[in-house]
């Protein structure tokens, strides 16, 4: 595992001799393919793949791929092994999905480098310093988001964060925001079968009587929770779980999703085609 | 297990000494309990329950505990074990829930009797014949559900038909015909998380590149696809999968949750109160 | 939810009249049943019974129920909602299962107070102290575990420990520890289909290809991993997953399982018959 | 999906290059690839592929992408979409993976052909031949399982068997039966954690309280039941199943797993490595 390795992600129009190009190139370039994974879609013709490689110049091998791959008219995303990209957590007053979090990283289970917890509020501050990890405090008070997402957005680019999670961050995140901050939000909500609008889902699963509770992971976009899933999981109730215990039990199934989408997104291994993704697991 | 059992499900409001009350008046009986389940909905202050015994007298209990049961404010159903309820299937073109409750019947899976298998097709005769089911083709013209549906009644009057199970049947029921039928109806169909309005189901799951596909058995009720929640499951799905194999996977969920939901109703587990279930499993 | 619950497990012969004579004398008493959930073993005879109740007088109820019980034959044991049972958590220095436990526990997950930490190491003397955790290093010495243990049941007893729990723990306890410790003790391990023996067993479950890993937490008696299961549960893996990916599934598993197992012993669930469990969900 | 395509799957020593020059071979032939999937163990240093493509000419490419594949050092196999393995059905009495097995044939879920069914009784001849599928009866009297065998090779061969698959075919093939067969014979059993030895093991796990059962199919081979694994699956269990619901529940495992271990080997994505299969999903 010493040799650092690229990840590259492609997807474009499928045509004939695409695997063997690509394959061709890196091996000409004095590359070592260790694993790749293709995929052409009969209904839309498109072709995606992951390559996971040992570069021949590890320094120009990046841009050389890219360059390539765009000349097979691929849209492509390289990412370094030794490379761990900046991670930022967005939390509020909940802690489960943001101190499992925290807990992973220091287990050492993320490829990243989570940089700074923003909350809008100072709950959970004693937990990140026994963490070592740094604690900002942005209220928002109502009305006055767009104040806020400022200083996200200032703070986020000074860090030089690539990628945002939010851990139950109780704030609607506006589209400007989401248009300007140019790296991916990944977000965590339950889901039901069937779905429930307005408040309170718990209950309303409950008096329901569903026998699965849900949680997705997606990434955020302008339409709210509408943006490509990236992970899902479910789990068994019956009758004798009262409200709580559907809370908790979604609480779970949160920590185990989230962790799952971010794990997948820093491995390279999602690829956002239009509203979906690809996870090459 | 070769004494006939008596099995009871109650539900009402809750009031002190309701568990000993009950137990003491089938114990007072000559009964003996065998399993007994009771639970208290702390929300809605309701008490459900699930009684097995062996009665003291067979022919006289069954009458005896319904009206103590109703004394003491219960809505109260009592099966019979000895006592096998009469079923009939309905079917369209679309043979895997069908073929599968055949088999699972035929192997002794079912408390209850499969009389007869109803379709507005005869693609599944020959299937019929081979298992020894009486096969009704009752076609339904274009706009012509009415006189259908009055075949049908009659027919499940004639039959004595107690439980009505609809394995893709590709019509759909109109309220009138649920209101006149006076026995349970049970339908199957697929769950998506999210759930996707209109047509081709399976097509927009593959195109939103969702994680997981479900199936769910409910009682049908006027508001179709809403009755109350049965049984559910769902399983995995990802890139790799056609819509080809959504469809085989989908088939096997429902034939899953399909006879699920049929054993869990014939075995005298399932409560329904109001719009959702209790099931005692 | 205000008023202080008692919780009874029964077992022993079943007899005619048991559920009425038990629920009567719960009733005469003053009482009132809030859950109850019993069954009867076809094969060995024995009646189980899970009771929850508003007691009439809550000082006598406890007392008077078991002695009634006892004179029906049946072995019992009484919980009280409003004490919370104290518990210690045996840990090495993996820390996933003990930090895993100790978030949940301040989440206010478990019906016990967790006491203290006790370790065979100082690493996680940090994190307890996070969580204002009173931690003991009790260093064990190659061929001293007899000097240890003895330490260990010094320390449980003065702080009245009620329940032991063992979160990767990796010291053998010795059969005489376990028979004078008097109170129950969980463990938590991997589990494979198939078995493997001897060492490195996510290691030889790559090797052999096995598609699943589980976890099983159970009692801990002398004859080593062969305690009462509790609570288990597995995972899916692929040739994709490296022996890395399967350790860090093999922990979500375990912190899973763990968790589920004590807070099903905590909440009076667990009924240790023999060499098996019944675990009332 | 109308044109033939080729699937390979290939596995051997890695070496630089190895995925460019087997996608360029393709490519050169005139071959278009579909979909690849490849995967370098680091523990082992092995190489493992599957490839599907279209090919330049249909005939003459198995032959040189297999000798091509050889150079590199490389073990292979080939399949073509257009032509159908030949299968053999093994059965007693014990009808449900039977049953399961060629209702799903029939509903076009394998790419293979079901040619016949082999039985040491006659009692499924009737329903195999309301399915029209050949049905040979070669009883197998104590102690005279040679002879029997001597059959069962004759038959094989005579209908150009590729597949056998063993559908609850409760007697033990002998090792000289597996040699002389000379093609894949997949197994399916149930399984249990903990495992359990000598008979009636739905019994045992009653007895310990098992809290999961499972089914697991494989390749046979001479050591029974330790044959490389393809397909493993397990469900969840509790005390008030009785001994007749885990053998129901272990029919549903057993069904869902032979039928997915049989799609998985005539899909050619069945990879058997030493003692442990790669299954590329």
Redesign the interface.
């Known amino acids: 595992?010493s040799a650092a390795r690229l990840i590259g992600l492609l997807q474009g129009p499928d045509r004939?001799?695409?695997?063997?190009?690509i394959?061709?190139g890196?091996?000409?370039r004095g590359g070592?393919?260790?694993?790749?994974?293709?995929?052409?879609?009969?209904?839309t013709g498109v072709f995606?793949q992951r390559l996971e490689w040992i570069p021949g110049d590890r320094e120009r091998e990046p841009h050389e791929f890219q360059r390539s791959a765009r000349d097979l008219g691929m849209e492509v995303r390289v990412l370094r092994s030794d490379s761990k990209p900046k991670v930022a957590v967005f939390v509020s007053k909940i802690?489960?999905c943001f101190?499992?979090l925290v807990?992973r990283w220091r287990?050492g289970?993320f490829h990243g480098e989570l940089v700074c917890a923003i909350s809008n509020h100072p709950d959970l501050a004693?937990?990140s310093a026994?963490f070592d990890l740094p604690f900002h405090h942005i209220p928002v008070a109502p009305g006055e988001n767009a104040a806020a997402e400022a200083a996200h957005l200032q703070l986020l680019r000074a860090e030089g964060i690539e990628l945002v999670v939010l851990a139950r961050y109780m704030q609607v995140l506006s589209g400007e925001f989401l248009d300007a901050v140019k790296v991916p939000v990944i977000n965590i909500h339950h889901?039901?079968?069937?779905?429930f609008a307005g408040g309170k889902p718990y209950h309303q699963a409950?008096?329901?009587?569903?026998?699965?509770i849900?949680a997705?992971a997606h990434y955020a976009t302008r339409d709210l929770d509408?943006g490509?899933?990236i992970?899902?999981?479910?789990t068994r109730i019956?009758?004798?779980h009262?409200?709580e215990d559907l809370v908790?039990k979604g609480?779970?199934l949160e920590k185990?999703v989230f962790a799952q989408a971010i794990r997948a997104h820093l491995d390279g291994r999602v690829l956002v085609?239009g509203?979906?993704?690809?996870?090459f697991?």
């Open positions: 595992m004939p001799g695409l695997v063997a190009r394959a061709n890196i091996f000409q070592t393919i260790l694993h790749a994974d293709q995929h052409h879609d009969a209904e995606v802690p489960h101190q499992d807990l287990q289970e004693k937990f026994a889901s039901f079968l069937p779905a409950h008096q329901r009587g569903v026998k699965l849900g997705t509408e490509p899933i992970a899902q999981d479910v019956t009758h004798r009262s409200v908790r609480r779970d185990a085609c509203k979906k993704t690809v996870v697991d």
